[in-house]
């Protein structure tokens, strides 16, 4: 059963910075794109950032310069550093992985269960 797990959500202040983190776990033979999303209340999800195997990446306009998208392939780990947060980054963080395992060696898209990250003006 593959298995995204985030981590490092919490409350900042506005100017302040946060490291999420997502590891997968599970019988995993390959990871293509992974990435980050978000929902704020009453808002639809929508992409924060993504990168695929190679190391390339994008991100939205309301966060480029600010946030950072990275990869361990080693340990089948995405990161998101975000910096100078501001209140309007507030939301649910979402991990997401293309990922081809054991169970679906085909490739399935893959959630993580979301994580809290909130920013005080």
């Known amino acids: 059963q593959v298995q995204l797990v985030e981590s490092g959500g919490g409350l900042v202040q506005a100017g302040g910075s946060l490291r999420l983190s997502c590891a997968a776990s599970?019988?995993?033979?390959?990871?293509?794109?992974m990435g980050w999303y978000r929902q704020a209340p009453g808002k639809q999800r929508e992409l924060v950032a993504i990168i695929n195997s190679g190391g390339s990446s994008n991100y939205a306009d309301s966060v480029k310069g600010r946030f950072t998208i990275s990869r361990a392939n080693a340990k089948n780990t995405v990161y998101l550093q975000m910096n100078s947060l501001k209140p309007e980054d507030t939301a649910v963080y979402f991990c997401?992985?293309?990922?081809?395992?054991?169970?679906?060696?085909?490739?399935?898209?893959?959630w993580g269960q979301g994580t809290q990250v909130t920013v005080s003006s």
């Open positions: 599970g019988i995993i033979f390959s990871i293509n794109t």
């Open positions: 997401n992985a293309d990922i081809r395992s054991l169970k679906v060696p085909g490739g399935h898209d893959y």
